[in-house]
């Protein structure tokens, strides 16, 4: 079984995707801005652009803004079509296109914008999504082997570590494609509504023991590192 590893730098914890199912997305992130996408008019001309938008200086505050801006086109002798690019959480993907940008009074070039990686997930009553707005982001991409259920009956609930929560611990058969000894994956979630899948590296003996009594699974430990 095929798992992605999501984390911040190089740590051994992060979001667990399952690649059959979740994919991670790039966004751009457009903020408190008004951004406008440019159809049907070439990325070469966007300097030209910006220097008739300085000459002609359009009142883009006079009326609706497509309305305005298409009718600035038009005077310029483009024929463009103004086309919404914002979705629903306030980002837009990249796209070989130009843009306006209500906040900086200029166009740009889609394409050539900063991304941020996100991740997009039901709660339960919304899609929301999840960015990864560090600096620096790592994917592990994990072929596990053998699973150990950690989850124990408490009388009421089959759970892990606290009520409602559940574990399941993978042996790790490849890293990044190769073959490793002694490394465990833990993957843990809840029941609650928009929780994600949690997952941790463990390598070695001495960190998964520590991993385990943790969770109050210390006395799991011999089956496990027999069995997984």
Request: charged share 30%; glycine share 8%; hydrophobic share 35%.
């Amino acid at each position: 079984m095929k798992k992605i590893l999501w984390t911040i730098g190089f740590e051994a914890k992060g979001l667990l995707l399952d690649p059959t199912e979740d994919t991670i997305t790039k966004y751009i992130i457009i903020g408190d801005d008004i951004w406008i996408g440019i159809k049907g008019i070439p990325v070469s001309e966007e300097d030209n652009l910006n220097k008739l938008l300085n000459e002609k200086n359009p009142d883009f505050d006079d009326g609706d803004l497509d309305c305005v801006l298409e009718n600035f086109l038009t005077d310029c002798g483009y024929a463009g079509e103004v086309v919404a690019i914002e979705e629903e959480n306030g980002c837009a993907q990249a796209a070989e296109m130009l843009a306006y940008s209500k906040n900086e009074n200029q166009f740009f070039r889609l394409d050539e914008c900063e991304e941020t990686p996100a991740y997009n997930y039901w709660n339960g009553s919304n899609w929301k999504t999840k960015f990864f707005d560090e600096a620096q982001e790592y994917e592990y991409v994990i072929e596990t082997g053998k699973s150990k259920n950690l989850d124990e009956w408490d009388g009421n609930n089959w759970s892990c570590g606290e009520k409602f929560a559940h574990a399941v611990l993978h042996a790790v058969e490849k890293l990044d494609d190769k073959k490793v000894n002694e490394t465990w994956l833990l993957e843990t979630w809840t029941q609650y509504q928009g929780d994600t899948t949690v997952g941790q590296l463990i390598c070695g003996i001495e960190l998964l023991k520590k991993c385990l009594a943790e969770l109050g699974r210390s006395h799991m430990f011999e089956d496990i590192h027999k069995e997984v």
